[in-house]
């Protein structure tokens, strides 16, 4: 699962252990004294079941380079990560030595004093090759504090064969495009809808968001947006698209019921990232890999926006084996790794370098995303900004589930970031 926000809350309320592993355990020395490096890293991977195979033999191909260093990879479901390395962390016992950390996350671990700073470290020696946006959420506090691994953004998947079988010329390129081409595949396809709209996920609110010209906040002038008209709109979309019957969605395991959906040819759309093309692929009705259309996010009244999105490098700060975990974060942040990751799973590289590579400005997934990434909306790199999500995630199920107006979760959105953002007017 790429996108898991409401699990994060949820396991931090269960006060979720974690057993120690990795920088916990005192036989890990960061050098011996001739110099090599040795020792164990342990990894955190936070990658979906669609890329965790390819991501932990590349982790474990670190070896090959120094063979006196064990790799211990761990796959940790995304929707869990983020409590589970607080609690590591906080609790100084069972905390990865790297983690695959989520762009919004590194400001919030880095602020705890969690993570450590990798200027002047071998983690960071080419940062020039970084794309500027990539680089841009490793920082906190003037201070670099992660490697940027991928980077990503939203777009329209669709399912050719249906659109044309419905009597759609060409993907929707608005919201109004949209409904019109939902109402054409349903009647085409009696029980079928034309978009899977996820409901309990508010990183896919951002889309809407960005399209009514709106943003949560203004991080430059200290100032909550989300409560603004542009605000009031967005969640106006997202239930006129439910009530109009254009999307179906459900408040619960959202991402297996779209990708569900998805990939047997229940719905014909839904918004998804480079994150999702693999598992997309493996569907009953993209056995023709062609038949998977990808477009840019449907433009709301005020524009088509998307955010920002990606996945960085983080080394903690309490690791037992530093040298050797910084070698690691650039080895898998590595122009190498990065052209194998394109290659075997489509997604987008944070260096300038490996888009020069005939495999990764050939993949026809890089050819669509890589300019919708240049267009998308930076999020706010603020320790707060992952919490930005929970009450979006809330008022978006009241909305959906008809027990708020927009104008009040807009509103009650906008209340809930005061409080959160003390300094924020």
Avoid at 1 to 8: C, D, H
Avoid at 58 to 80: C, D, M, Q, R
Avoid at 262 to 275: D, E, I, Q, T, Y
Avoid at 345 to 367: D, K
């Amino acid at each position: 699962m790429r996108r898991g926000i409401a699990a994060t809350a949820l396991v931090a309320a269960l006060g979720l252990t974690v057993a120690a592993c990795g920088s916990g355990d005192g036989q890990d020395d960061a050098k011996k004294s001739s110099g090599e490096l040795s020792g164990t890293v342990t990894y955190w991977d936070t990658s979906n079941e669609a890329e965790k195979g390819t991501y932990q033999a590349l982790a474990e191909g670190f070896t090959k380079l120094h063979p006196k260093v064990k790799v211990k990879y761990v796959n940790v479901p995304f929707g869990e990560a983020n409590a589970k390395f607080k609690n590591a962390a906080g609790g100084n016992s069972g905390a990865p030595d790297v983690m695959r950390t989520e762009v919004a996350w590194v400001a919030d671990f880095a602020s705890l004093g969690y993570l450590a700073p990798l200027d002047k470290t071998p983690a960071i020696e080419t940062s020039n090759d970084w794309l500027p946006q990539a680089a841009a959420s490793t920082k906190f506090d003037g201070k670099t504090y992660a490697v940027p691994q991928v980077i990503d953004t939203m777009a329209l998947f669709y399912n050719k064969k249906m659109l044309k079988d419905a009597g759609v010329a060409e993907a929707p390129k608005s919201i109004e495009e949209l409904k019109a081409a939902s109402a054409k595949i349903s009647a085409k396809f009696p029980g079928k809808s034309g978009l899977y709209l996820r409901g309990d996920d508010p990183y896919w609110f951002l889309s809407f968001l960005y399209g009514e010209g709106g943003d949560m906040v203004d991080a430059k002038n200290k100032k909550v947006s989300i409560g603004d008209p542009s605000g009031v709109k967005a969640y106006k979309t997202i239930k006129d698209l439910v009530d109009s019957k254009a999307a179906i969605t459900d408040a619960s395991d959202g991402w297996n019921n779209m990708q569900n959906a998805f990939k047997s040819g229940k719905v014909a759309m839904m918004l998804n990232g480079p994150w999702a093309i693999q598992d997309s692929r493996a569907g009953a009705e993209f056995k023709d890999p062609k038949n998977l259309g990808i477009a840019p996010v449907p433009a709301g009244s005020a524009k088509q926006g998307s955010p920002q999105g990606g996945w960085n490098l983080s080394v903690y700060a309490g690791s037992k084996n530093l040298d050797a975990s910084y070698e690691f974060a650039k080895y898998m942040s590595s122009a190498k790794v990065q052209q194998q990751t394109t290659e075997k799973l489509s997604l987008l590289p944070t260096r300038i370098s490996v888009y020069a590579q005939p495999t990764v400005s050939g993949n026809e997934m890089v050819q669509f995303f890589k300019p919708a990434v240049d267009k998308a909306v930076e999020r706010p790199w603020i320790p707060q900004g992952n919490s930005l999500f929970e009450p979006i995630k809330l008022q978006m199920a009241n909305v959906l589930g008809g027990k708020t107006t927009p104008e009040k979760a807009a509103a009650d959105t906008g209340e809930a970031y005061r409080k959160l953002l003390k300094d924020y007017k």
